[in-house]
């Protein structure tokens, strides 16, 4: 029947992409799973790390680190860590309007600003955006290693180094739970000194070798700590926000095809009616 | 019953010891270093080697690490092992190569194209069934 072929190639291409969204509904969800544990696996150490540099800032070293010293800010870095695809909702949207919100904070006071960029999506928007991009890690995967992050990091810490930024920020997605993604900036550096400890007396630590190589060394893996614990957070909040907006997709999909499965019927029942009121009327012409 | 201090091991991707001892070895730079519960509080960096760890009846346990920092605290010890293999002149490589990689993405912004084409195509697909949703909602309620 020539009925409403447009409507059925309509309902054939709809069930298609239904196809692929639930299939990505699906793999989003046991993908979360693993990210969700990898997020728990890697949490001791950024546990550990924060509590030793706590200490640190709470003793009273014979060095003074420029990591915990506030200076004058003329330029500051940015991290922003992004997923590597899209279909995930309004996840980097989200993150990137609080990013821009907070940069512009900075440039309205004349600060000038400098960006690395973790995942695809954080490289595409600031190759739109325009800025002074310093290096960039893409295509990390499921399982980033910290490895492959080590020389982005770096790049900032050694412009923290040379002075020519003053202050670091990250931006990277909280996973607070399956449904809510919260896009947070972090300072940093400087370190921001908490003085909750409850010990004040004097004491310091022993160095192996020296105060300085032991504070740097420590101080560089507590940022990278950092910057890889806001990467398997951001993981396991584009699955989660993944899997909600392909199942949101996936049932819009439904409830379209069951309309155009009801318009195609309709048109069907009107084109039968037709014929056999054309044979009704034929019949007693006769 | 003797005295004992607790201990934990973890790498940035997990958690490897967490457990009490009566005394740990570990390759701190300057050479091996033994602590006994109540140990001053030290800093130290270590090289690879292997951290041992006496638990209370007389077991042994031995881990090897590639690097790392070492904290101790009178009564905890923190071992903050490397998972990747560090030296100053690598992670300059390295990020020289971050560096290059951002320099590289900004003049050629075709990377991937044919990935972003297909993906642009089904997000597409996407909007279009969500624009029909609302529209449908809209003549629906008027």
């Known amino acids: ?37 990898r997020m728990d696996a890697s949490r001791p150490y950024s546990d550990k790390i924060t509590a030793v540099v706590s200490h640190l800032a709470n003793a009273h070293p014979e060095y003074h680190h420029s990591y915990m010293s506030e200076r004058e800010v003329k330029r500051v ?24 919100k907070a940069i512009k904070e900075h440039s309205d006071q004349g600060t000038e600003v400098d960006y690395t960029a973790i995942g695809s999506k954080a490289l595409g928007f600031l190759g739109r955006m325009g800025g002074n991009l310093v290096s960039e890690s893409c295509q990390l995967g ?14 900032m810490l050694n412009a923290f180094d040379e002075e020519n930024i003053d202050q670091l920020y990250v931006v990277y997605n909280q996973f607070v739970n399956t449904m809510t993604q919260k896009p947070t900036v972090r300072q ?26 032991v504070m740097d060394t420590l101080l560089q893996r507590y940022v990278e700590s950092i910057v890889y614990q806001g990467v398997v957070e951001n993981i396991a909040c584009e699955q989660s926000a993944r899997m ?39 019949a007693a012409a006769v | 019953m003797s005295m004992t201090v607790h201990v934990d091991i973890v790498s940035a991707e997990k958690s490897i010891f967490s457990g009490v001892a009566e005394m740990i070895f570990a390759p701190a730079e300057m050479g091996e270093v033994g602590i006994a519960p109540r140990h001053a509080p030290m800093l130290a960096r ?80 996407v909007a279009q069934l969500q624009a029909i949703e609302r529209l449908r909602k809209r003549s629906g309620t008027s």
């Open chain 1, 142 to 155: 499921d399982q980033p290693e910290i490895s492959s992050l080590i020389g982005s990091i770096k790049v």
């Open chain 1, 77 to 100: 870095g940015f991290i922003i860590i992004s997923s590597d695809r899209g279909l995930c909702g309004g996840l980097n949207v989200n993150l990137f309007r609080e990013a821009v």
């Open chain 2, 46 to 125: 270590m090289k690879a080697g292997e951290v041992r760890i006496q638990q209370p009846g007389g077991e042994e346990a031995d881990f090897f690490i590639s690097g790392g920092m070492l904290e101790v605290q009178p009564h905890v010890v923190t071992v903050l092992a490397d998972t990747a293999i560090r030296a100053a002149d690598l992670d300059e490589a390295a990020a020289l190569e971050a560096k290059q990689r951002a320099e590289a993405a900004m003049e050629d912004k075709q990377v991937e194209m044919d990935y972003a084409k297909a993906q642009a195509e089904l997000i597409q697909a």
């Open chain 1, 244 to 282: 909600v907006a392909m199942k949101s997709a996936t049932d819009n999909a439904g409830d379209l095809i069951d309309e155009l499965e009801l318009v195609y019927n309709k048109a069907r029942q009107t084109a039968i009616t037709a014929e056999l009121a054309d044979i009704v009327g034929g």
């Open chain 1, 188 to 213: 940093v550096l400087p370190l921001q000194q908490d003085d909750s400890e409850e010990y004040s007396h004097h004491w310091d630590y022993i160095y192996e070798p020296d105060a300085k190589p």
């Open chain 1, 1 to 37: 029947m020539a009925v409403g072929k447009e409507i059925r190639e309509k309902i054939r291409s709809v069930k298609s992409t239904q196809k692929i969204t639930s299939a990505m509904e699906m793999v989003a969800a046991s993908k979360m799973r693993r990210a969700q544990e």
